[in-house]
């Protein structure tokens, strides 16, 4: 059973760095797309961007300039920083498995999600 | 960009009940890259139908996904207690605004 498993600071201070880990534990962590996906309190579901086990990284074009995804195959984790943050970022971050949907796009796997604000 | 705009926001049924929840693409999408998702508040997504009609593993079999194009639907034949949630469609990188179903 594949599990994964968020890890991080819970509050960060307006204009500093949010630093996540996903670690990620049973099943093959090559070959899948790893993912970053956020939801604001009370809003839906947002795409931040992937890393494939070989370290290709995809990010969201509104999102870009300020997200670096990097990933450890060796411990089965990958890590997501985002920098300049503002309250706009107050949001639980997931880690999801991107992968076996028979050629599209699906996240069967998820994390519990870890909540992050950004106050001072 | 696409956008995936789901209707409608919020259901308001009874247990037993048949629901159709749609999820509709500004633009004609593949459907093998469409998903839906069942989330219950303060838990992750759960990830119900890939491809717009495969069910994953472990769900019912009252969840059905259909369509093709721009219009793609959700069907739960008969609601039990543990479906009222938030439904989310999902096409590649982009989700909808989801949909709530709620006890009547």
């Known amino acids: 059973q594949v599990q994964l498993q968020e890890s991080g600071p819970g509050l960060v201070k307006p204009s500093e760095t949010l630093s996540l880990t996903c670690n990620v534990s049973g099943g093959s962590f090559n070959n899948y797309y790893w993912t970053w996906i956020r939801q604001s309190p009370g809003k839906g579901l947002e795409w931040i961007g992937n890393?494939?086990?070989?370290?290709?990284?995809n990010y969201s074009p509104s999102l870009e300039s300020r997200v670096t995804i990097s990933v450890d195959a060796s411990r089965n984790q990958f890590s997501l920083k985002l920098t300049s943050v503002t309250a706009a970022d107050t949001a639980v971050y997931y880690c999801?498995?991107?992968?076996?949907?028979?050629?599209?796009?699906?996240?069967?796997?998820w994390g519990q999600g870890i909540l992050v604000t950004v106050s001072s | 960009e696409i956008v995936l705009t789901q209707s409608p926001g919020t259901l308001s049924l009874s247990p037993g009940e048949r629901v159709t929840l749609s999820c509709r693409a500004s633009?004609?999408?593949?459907?093998?890259?469409l998903a839906w998702y069942k989330q219950k508040r303060g838990q992750a997504p759960r990830l119900l139908i890939y491809g717009a009609s495969s069910r994953a593993t472990g769900v019912p079999d009252r969840f059905s996904g259909s369509g093709s194009g721009t219009d793609f639907t959700l069907t739960i034949s008969r609601l039990e207690p543990e479906d009222f949630a938030m439904y989310y469609c999902?096409?590649?990188?982009?989700f909808g605004q989801g949909t709530k179903v709620e006890i009547k």
């Open positions: 890393v494939f086990y070989s370290g290709i990284t």
């Open positions: 633009q004609s999408v593949s459907s093998t890259y």
């Open positions: 999801a498995r991107e992968g076996g949907c028979s050629g599209g796009t699906c996240y069967h796997y």
């Open positions: 999902q096409h590649f990188r982009t």
